[in-house]
């Protein structure tokens, strides 16, 4: 079986994170605009590829103001640095199902290389479609500092308003024609 292209259903997946605030909380938040493709070799997963473009101003946390601050200069500035690219150059197999997916983080303009641990969901025939579906979880952690998002506030107790670790996730559903 030769390699297939699969193209991410953006609309059955989610590209996600959460970060401490204020040291006793997770605030979550998401992108939601984005395009992602998978090259997938189902005989040897290690020679299949993937490739996510994020919309920088699409971020969504729920709250106004505060994803206003993340589009400034002071977090990801979104004007001069519209998009976060990840390509992997890199699979390993860690385990049945699971894998090591290296490969290329552009944030802010700067490129870090990072492992997402990922879990292959399995294949399925779309009832209403009939095209081929395939799904994927994928996680890492990645610090802020290493990407240029330096901005945080002393608490009054000691402590940071912004934790420097960021926790990524991903749930992908990707689809090719049947």
Do not use: C
Not at 75 to 82: R, S
Request: no cysteine; glycine share 8%; net charge negative.
């Amino acid at each position: 079986m030769a390699v297939q292209n699969w193209t991410i259903d953006t609309g059955h997946s989610t590209v996600a994170f959460w970060v401490r605030h204020l040291m006793v909380s997770k605030v979550h938040g998401a992108f939601t605009k984005w395009i992602g493709s998978v090259e997938l070799d189902e005989e040897d997963p290690t020679r299949s590829r993937a490739e996510v473009q994020i919309d920088v101003a699409s971020i969504d946390t729920k709250e106004a103001q505060r994803d206003a601050h993340l589009r400034s200069p002071d977090f990801f500035d979104a004007e001069k640095h519209p998009r976060i690219t990840f390509k992997s150059t890199s699979i390993e197999r860690a385990d049945d199902g699971h894998f090591h997916v290296t490969g290329e983080l552009t944030i802010r303009g700067v490129t870090r290389s990072v492992t997402l641990d990922v879990e292959d969901g399995g294949r399925a025939k779309h009832p209403m479609t009939g095209d081929m579906r395939a799904g994927f979880s994928a996680q890492t952690s990645i610090k802020r500092a290493d990407f240029g998002l330096t901005w945080n506030a002393v608490l009054e107790a000691g402590g940071l308003a912004v934790s420097d670790k960021v926790e990524i996730y991903a749930e992908i559903q990707a689809s090719r024609s049947a």
